[in-house]
């Protein structure tokens, strides 16, 4: 059974910054776990933001990279996104989500949204 549990969204002026939490509960050791951070734009397909592989690999879409940094804490079971220079185009609903070998979950958590207005 996964379990996630996204925190930290909220409103933000643009040019600011919010740091994203996500604790899962997995039902392996939480270290063997892949995890992206996702989001979905009203009106839009849900899209890969970053993902943190177990190997500590880790991947950014383009529009991330060199704004946004994704981190986890096994021992906390947390994932985090710290988010910066944000823009009101990354206003959106953003969610986590596990990978066990090649299989991403179909668990997804409520998600926590994030707007970046004036």
């Known amino acids: 059974q996964v379990q996630l549990v996204e925190s930290g969204g909220g409103l933000v002026q643009p040019g600011g910054s919010l740091r994203l939490s996500c604790v899962a509960s997995?039902?392996?050791?939480?270290?063997?776990?892949?995890f992206g951070w996702y989001r979905q734009a009203p009106g839009q397909q849900r899209e890969l933001v970053a993902a943190?592989?177990?190997?500590?690999?880790?991947h950014y879409a383009d529009f991330a990279r060199g704004r946004f940094t994704i981190s986890r804490d096994n021992a906390k079971k947390t994932i985090y996104l710290q988010m910066r220079s944000l823009t009101p185009e990354d206003t959106a609903v953003y969610y986590c989500?596990?990978?066990?070998?090649?299989?991403?979950?179909?668990?997804w958590g409520q998600g926590t949204l994030v707007t970046v207005s004036s």
């Open positions: 943190i592989f177990s190997s500590a690999r880790i």
């Open positions: 997995v039902s392996r050791p939480f270290s063997v776990y892949d």
């Open positions: 989500r596990p990978r066990y070998g090649s299989a991403w979950s179909d668990n």
